[in-house]
């Protein structure tokens, strides 16, 4: 009798479980696999709008890619961003959440400081740092000449405007990775680091073989989600410097967009980011294999 009410229990923690997840199922079908689906039949077809009806082309818009100098310069562009931003967002996120851990007076004003930018919308926080980085009105520049150092042209020069897009991410980005990494450190037990402390270990050795280790879960996520989301930029590359000057900020994403919206050139749009895509999914399933626990 008893087993039986287990067993009934059980049923109904299934179709519990079943019923609450449904919707965010739903919501990721809808909105990321049938899109990846999407890309990826339609970079099959050319789209002939004046008779109406789709070309089945197979893989010659690839193959075009593989020759075009426009999609290796936004690929490359990427691959510097991602390569930059990303490192830098997490370490930043790691050191902010090591040092507000404890809870007091202090670190809780420190933790609100650097979750503002949060709250900040996306498009306000590019206009905002487009104003203070402006070559001829900007605040940075005003603040540069009080130290004697000559303005900067930034988002208007080839060499600066992808940093200036890196800054913006990065900015942007900390402290919103730094509540995931806050999490993850305040489940790691507090008598672990007692004993280390008791035990005479230093600083960077607890932080080396207590802190890393038992954080290795919340970093794999924050790094997957991190690396996916800065493949996926675009708000800023639009609104600030539309891939320019001279093509330094034009990433992928912008690319697709412009070849889709701009072009009219649907397949090409569709191949671009379904190679995002895979490139996306490589390098993610690569941090994953470097960043798995080892026992």
């Not at 001279?246 to 072009?263: P, R, V």
Request: charged share 10%.
């Amino acid at each position: 009798m008893a087993l039986r009410r287990l067993h009934g229990n059980d049923a109904e923690t299934r179709i519990a479980i079943v019923v609450f997840l449904a919707p965010a199922m739903a919501l990721l079908l809808v909105f990321k696999v049938y899109p990846i689906i999407l890309s990826l039949v339609g970079s099959l077809f050319a789209h002939s709008y004046l008779k109406g009806r789709q070309i089945f082309v197979g893989l010659e818009f690839y193959g075009k890619l593989l020759q075009d100098r426009i999609f290796f310069q936004s690929l490359r562009g990427t691959l510097v961003f991602v390569a930059i931003t990303t490192p830098v967002q997490i370490f930043l996120a790691l050191m902010l959440s090591l040092g507000v851990r404890r809870s007091t007076n202090v670190t809780g004003v420190f933790r609100s400081i650097f979750l503002i930018p949060i709250a900040i919308a996306l498009a306000v926080s590019c206009i905002i740092w487009a104003i203070m980085l402006n070559p001829n009105q900007g605040i940075v520049n005003s603040f540069l000449g009080f130290l004697g150092i000559p303005a900067q042209p930034f988002f208007t020069s080839p060499r600066q405007s992808l940093f200036g897009i890196i800054i913006i991410c990065i900015w942007k980005g900390v402290g919103y990775w730094m509540m995931f990494l806050l999490t993850g450190l305040q489940a790691i037990p507090e008598q672990l680091f007692e004993a280390a402390r008791i035990d005479g270990a230093k600083k960077l050795a607890t932080l080396w073989h207590i802190t890393l280790p038992l954080l290795l879960r919340p970093l794999t996520f924050v790094f997957v989600a991190d690396t996916t989301s800065n493949f996926l930029l675009f708000a800023p590359v639009y609104m600030i410097t539309n891939g320019g000057p001279q093509m330094s900020t034009n990433l992928l994403m912008y690319e697709a967009f412009k070849a889709g919206f701009i072009h009219v050139d649907i397949g090409r749009s569709y191949s671009i980011v379904t190679l995002l895509i895979a490139i996306t999914f490589a390098i993610v399933f690569l941090e994953m294999r470097l960043l798995r626990p080892r026992h």
